[in-house]
C-alpha cells in the first residue's frame, strides 16, 4: 500500500499531485481521524441509559462521559511540549493500541468515578494520536495542500460523529452496554492497525526547513498574538459543541424520542461530511477570520432553531449546528500551522489542550444551567460563547489566505505565482 509519507515530498510533486492521489491520500487521512475519535463523542448518544445504569444526575453522567476531554488537553499539552522527537508513526498506532484497554474495562465497570478516570484514560490516547496526526500532516504536506488534508482529518472527525453515534446508540439498544464498548475495542485496534500499514516511520517532529523557532519550546510558540485568538476560537468551538450535543439528548426524550431513535437523530451530521472539506476553499476566498465568523453564524442559527419544541425544526438546527461548529473547527486549525510556523508540534499541542479544555468547561457548565434553570437558558449561554469566539476571529484578518506571518510561502515563490 502506498504510504502518506511519499505525498510529502518538498519539491513540486508529479504524479502523487494529482487530483486522483489527492482524493486517496485524503480519504486514508479521513479514515485515521474517524478510527482515532470514534470513541469520544459515541457515549454521548447513549447518555440517558447510562444515567439510568449508573442512577447519577444528568450533569454528573455528562461530566463523566466528557472526562475524556480532560485526557485528551493533558495529552495534547504534554505532546506539544515534550513530542518533537517521537517517532509519529510509532506514537500513533501505540496510543491507538492502548487505547482499546480502557475502551474494554468501561464494559466491565459500574462505579461512575472507575467510568470517569477510564474516560480520562481514552482522552490520553485519543489526544496523543490526534496531535501527532495533526503535527505529521502540517510537517509533510504542501502548504497550498495542508489545509486540504487538515480538513479531510477534520472531515473523519465528523464522520466519527455521526456514525460513532449511531453505532453506539444501536448496539446499545440491541446487545446492551457491555457490547458497546468492547465493539469499540474492536475499532480501536483497526485503527492501530491502519496506521501501522499506511504511514511511514519517521524519526522524530521535523522542524520546519525554512525556519526555525528561537526558543524551540512551547512558551515561544504561545507568544504568538494571533495564537492566543485561535486557541480561544478552539476553546469556545468545542464548548459549544459538547455543550449542545451531550444535553441535547434529554431535550429529544422530552420531546418523545426513544434510545435507538436517539442514534439516528445523528444523521444531522450527514451534512457536514460535505460541507467540511470546504474548509480549504473557504480560507483561500474569504480568509480565516471571515470564514469563522460566518461559519460560526451558521451555528448560532441553528443554536436558536433548539428552543423549539417542534422536532423537524430542533434537527434542523443540529445540523446547522454541525456545519457551523466544524467547519469553524477545520478554518481554525488550519490556521495553527500557519501561525505558528516553525515548532508545529508545540502548537498543536497548545490548540487540542485549549479545545479539549474547552469540551470539559461545556460538559460542567452547560449541565448545571440545565439542571437548575432549563433547556431555553442553556441554548442562550451556548449562543453567547459563540458570539465571544467570533469576536476573537477578528485578529486573523491581518492574515491573508496562503501567507506565514506576513511572508509569502517558500513553495509559491517556487512555483513562479502568488499563492491564491
Known sequence: MMNLDQASLPT???????????????????????????????????????QREFEVSRATMGFAVNASTFGMAAAGLAVGIFG???????????????????TVLLSTTRDIAIFAALRVAQGLCMATAFTLTMAYLAEHFPAERATGALAAY????????????????????????????????????????????T???????????????????????????RLHSVLAIGF??????????????????????SPMQLGLVYFVFLPSLFTTPLGGLISRRLGAAAGIVLTLLLAVLGLVALISSNLIVVLGGLALVAVGTFLAQALATSQVSRIADAEKAAASGAYLASYYTGGLFGSLVVGKIYDLF????????????LVFAMLSAVPLRAMRPGYRNGQQTALSNRSGRPHP
Not at 486517496?24 to 448518544?45: E, K, N, S, Y
Open 12 to 50: 513540486p510533486l508529479s504524479v502523487l499531485s494529482t487530483p486522483a492521489a489527492d482524493r486517496w491520500h485524503f480519504g486514508v487521512i479521513a479514515l485515521i481521524a474517524f478510527l482515532t475519535l470514534v470513541d469520544l463523542f459515541a457515549a454521548q448518544a447513549i447518555l440517558p441509559s447510562l
Open 84 to 102: 518533537r522527537n517521537l517517532d509519529r508513526r510509532n506514537g500513533i498506532w501505540i496510543s491507538l493500541a492502548l487505547l482499546a484497554v480502557p
Open 374 to 385: 432549563g433547556w431555553n437558558t442553556s441554548v442562550l449561554v451556548l449562543v453567547a460563547m
Open 236 to 257: 469556545l468551538i468545542l464548548f459549544v459543541f459538547i455543550g449542545t450535543y451531550t444535553y441535547v439528548n434529554f431535550r429529544l426524550v422530552e420531546l418523545g424520542l
Open 154 to 197: 477534520v472531515t473523519g472527525n465528523v464522520a466519527s460523529n455521526l456514525f460513532g453515534r449511531i453505532l453506539s446508540a444501536a448496539v446499545a439498544d440491541l446487545g446492551g452496554l457491555s457490547i458497546n464498548f468492547q465493539i469499540f475495542a474492536l475499532l480501536n485496534l483497526a485503527g492501530a492497525a491502519l496506521v501501522w500499514t
Open 199 to 225: 504511514l511511514s516511520r519517521t524519526k522524530r517532529m521535523m522542524p520546519d526547513r525554512r525556519r526555525r523557532s528561537r526558543s524551540g519550546n512551547l512558551l515561544s510558540v504561545l507568544g504568538n498574538r
